[in-house]
Structures are given as structure tokens and as C-alpha cells.
């Protein structure tokens, strides 16, 4: 029988940290997904306004739905790593890792469950809110910096889902703990966090370095500094992030290359460095040609020699005839 009980042990045995379960109903936190979009602030992330119907209602995305199974992993190396790269992609691309625990869990569930058994399991690439249902399953509560904040653990966590037509009785979510803290608003350097619980993406560093596919905006490219691919400000100041867990999986360990680089090393790497580097990484998002885009505008910051050092470096590569890589070399130059 395919009890919470014995899911929660088959998850924590497939590699999982934690598990909860939340009915797929629309909560009302979803229907705060429609106006940030009509307010503009997805920016380029189209996808997000294409697939709205199935994120507002998971109903939509696996008829007959009626749980969803939550599931998170710690991810925090706690090892000296680049702060060049957002922790989530020093070691493996976590898709390619959860996906086959969340294949051992759901294979294990199907055939318990037996006939009748329906699920879709997603790792972020499906139109499913985790924080949403995360927090419903009591992982955790949505803090003022959107993060899902796990009070022992932290808030360094992948998500998870299983969407499943068995009747599973809910967890009790967890209440908001942020309680007065600003801390996460307050360290932001671009201020996208333009209210608690409020984030305009097109502001944000992570948005700037990783979606945005063309030049970024002016007014942003000067706090594009030594954080050229994601940026974890505002869990590194959160104070449920002092003694968050911390996980030796070697999955996420870093890369040698990203243990705690020079701007200028990075400037530095051949493509085929970087090819090797980007193999089996979640950096593969971004991809060679923005990487390189965010490292001129953020040479740009750097001590005069080693500005130019980086630029040259970057100038030399065969990446740097492209517009947007191009552009944003010269604006370095020239800003300096």
C-alpha cells in the first residue's frame, strides 16, 4: 500500500532530503503569478505567460490530479567555490541528477499502487509552482526573497514534484518566519527585490546573467561585478542560512575549475575549457556566449591591469566577433 509513510522512507532512501505532500487544488497563492507577469516583471521569460493556464492549475497539467508529492535536496557544498557561479551550478546539473531518483521513487510508487496509478513527475522544467506547493507540504515558507526557507535546513534546496491521482492527506504548512528581517531586500545591489515577496526578475542578476539573451540594460551592467553567472546574495545575508545543512553528495561538489577563480582566469579559458567546464552543467543555460557577455561587463570593475588583462583575454576569443560579446567588450572599455 502506497502510504505517506512508506513514500517518505522510499524518498529519503532514493537520495531525497525532504518530503511533504499538498492537495492540487488552486491555492490562492497561485493566482499571484498572473498579475507579476501582467506587471512586467517576467521580462524576457516568455514561457511563464505560454504556460499560465497549467501553472495556475495543476488539474491541467496531469488530469484527475489529486497530491502532489514535494521533494527537496540540500545542495550547500560549503567549500570554497566561486562566487563568480550561484552555488546551485558548481557541481552536476541538478536535472540530471534528481531526474533519475524521482524515476526509483515513481517506478517504486507505480508498482505498489498498482492499476489505476496515475503521476508525472517534474524537476523545474514543468509548468508546476514548486515554492507554492513546496510551502503547502510544509518544506518550508516563501521568504521575503521568493526563496522557499526550510527552518532546520536553510534554503539551499533543489525542488521536486510528483503529481499523482492518489489521495494523499496533506501536511500543515509552515508559517512565515522572516517575521521584521529586511536583510535579503536590503543587500540586493540592483533592488529587484522591490518588495517582501515581491521580485522584479528583470532587475535581478541571476535574470541579467543567465535569461536575458541580448545586451543588458545599461543602468544594470555596472553591479554585474564578480557574479557573472547567478547570484546568491540574498540567501548568503538570510540568518536561517548561518547553520543551513550542508551536503557531501559529491554531485555537488565544485568543479576544479570553479574553486574560487580569478574574474581574470575565467576571462582566460579557451572555448574548448569551457566546453569541458559547461559539459553535465547547469551553466549550459546560459551557455558560452552570454558567460562571456557578463564576464566583459563585469572586467569592467576590476583593477585597471587586470581589466585590461581580462578584456584582452576576451577580445582574443573567437566568441568575441558576436554582437552582444562584442558590445559589451567595448562598453568595459570604455567605461573604465
Known amino acids: 500500500m502506497v502510504t505517506r509513510e512508506a513514500i517518505r522512507a522510499r524518498a529519503r532512501e532514493a537520495g531525497f532530503d525532504l518530503c511533504g505532500f499538498a492537495g492540487a487544488e488552486r491555492h490562492p497563492k497561485l493566482a499571484r503569478l498572473a498579475e507579476w507577469i501582467a506587471a512586467g516583471r517576467a521580462g524576457e521569460m516568455r514561457y511563464l505567460a505560454k504556460s499560465l493556464d497549467e501553472r495556475l492549475d495543476p488539474a491541467r497539467v496531469l488530469p484527475g490530479v489529486r497530491s502532489i508529492v514535494s521533494l527537496a535536496v540540500v545542495y550547500n557544498a560549503d567549500r570554497p567555490a566561486a562566487g563568480a557561479v550561484s552555488r546551485y551550478a558548481w557541481g552536476q546539473d541538478y536535472h540530471d541528477v534528481l531526474r533519475p531518483r524521482l524515476t526509483t521513487l515513481l517506478k517504486w510508487m507505480a508498482e505498489t499502487a498498482g492499476r489505476g496509478f496515475e503521476a508525472l513527475s517534474c524537476v523545474d522544467a514543468a509548468p508546476v509552482q514548486e515554492r507554492v506547493f513546496a510551502e503547502q507540504a510544509g518544506l518550508g515558507w516563501i521568504g521575503k526573497n521568493t526563496c522557499l526557507i526550510n527552518p532546520q535546513l536553510g534554503s539551499w534546496v533543489f525542488l521536486a514534484e ?6 494523499l492527506e496533506p501536511d500543515t504548512p509552515v508559517p512565515d518566519h522572516c517575521g521584521t528581517c529586511t536583510r535579503c531586500l536590503d543587500a540586493c545591489p540592483t533592488g529587484a527585490l522591490v518588495a517582501p515577496w515581491e521580485l522584479d526578475a528583470t532587475r535581478c542578476l541571476s ?11 545599461e543602468a544594470w551592467r555596472g553591479a554585474i561585478t564578480e557574479r557573472v553567472y547567478g547570484c546568491d ?81 576576451l577580445a582574443s576569443q573567437p566568441s568575441s566577433d558576436l554582437p552582444d560579446v562584442a558590445h559589451a567588450i567595448a562598453w568595459a572599455r570604455s567605461s573604465r
Open 162 to 167: 510528483i503529481l499523482t491521482n492518489l489521495e
Open 207 to 217: 535574470y541579467l546573467t543567465i535569461e536575458t539573451r541580448h545586451e543588458v540594460d
Open 233 to 313: 546574495i540574498c540567501q548568503d545575508v538570510c540568518p536561517w542560512n548561518r547553520r543551513a545543512a550542508v551536503s557531501d553528495d559529491p554531485a555537488w561538489q565544485p568543479r576544479a575549475s570553479l574553486e574560487a577563480p580569478r574574474l581574470v582566469d575565467l576571462c582566460r579559458l579557451t572555448d574548448e575549457a569551457w566546453r569541458e567546464l559547461l559539459r553535465g552543467s547547469a551553466m549550459r543555460r546560459a551557455g558560452l556566449r552570454r558567460l562571456r557577455r557578463s564576464l566583459a561587463y563585469a572586467a569592467a570593475s576590476l583593477p585597471a591591469a587586470d581589466a585590461d588583462a581580462a578584456l584582452d583575454a
